[in-house]
């Protein structure tokens, strides 16, 4: 699949790190530092731009080890661009560490993953069929 994208950054495009991967990294674009705080977020520009084909999302997604080692996340994840949107790409990072942890230019930030998906029509009926679980919901399956 091929999408149009403007890099407004320096930094090079989102890329996948292994030949098998499903999320490419984005970077943080940066005219200084960031400076985040314990429970602290911000929104981190990454100076991209993309046309998403109708159909498709974007997914943003933490990176699982900037988020074990250091505590950082997405905010709002799996945060969701739209096939209309086509403003800057914005990331919403939160620090759950105690510490502080600064954010440099072209630091690897998130990965995003595009998908498909589908637009429903919804069938408003009286009753839905049952199943084995039923109305079962958290911890409905007991603890082990």
């Known amino acids: ?33 960031v400076v985040l705080k314990p429970m602290e977020r911000k929104l981190i520009s990454t ?12 997914q943003i997604r933490p990176r699982s080890g900037l988020a074990l080692k250091k505590g950082i996340t997405v905010l709002n994840s799996p945060g969701t661009i739209d096939a209309d949107y086509r403003g800057e790409i914005g990331i919403i990072l939160i620090n759950l560490s105690a510490e502080e942890f600064v954010i440099e230019n072209g630091e690897r930030i ?34 082990k």
């Open 110 to 143: 998130c990965q995003m993953i595009v998908a498909s998906h589908e637009t429903v029509q919804w069938n408003l009926v009286e009753k839905l069929e049952d199943t084995a679980r039923g109305e079962g919901g958290f911890g409905h399956t007991g603890k």
């Open 47 to 58: 100076g991209l731009y993309i046309e998403l084909p109708e159909g498709y999302e974007a």
């Open 1 to 33: 699949m091929e999408i149009k994208i403007v890099n407004k950054s320096d930094n090079e495009l989102p890329a996948y790190s292994t030949k098998h991967s499903a999320g490419m990294d984005l970077r943080a674009s940066l005219t200084s530092p």
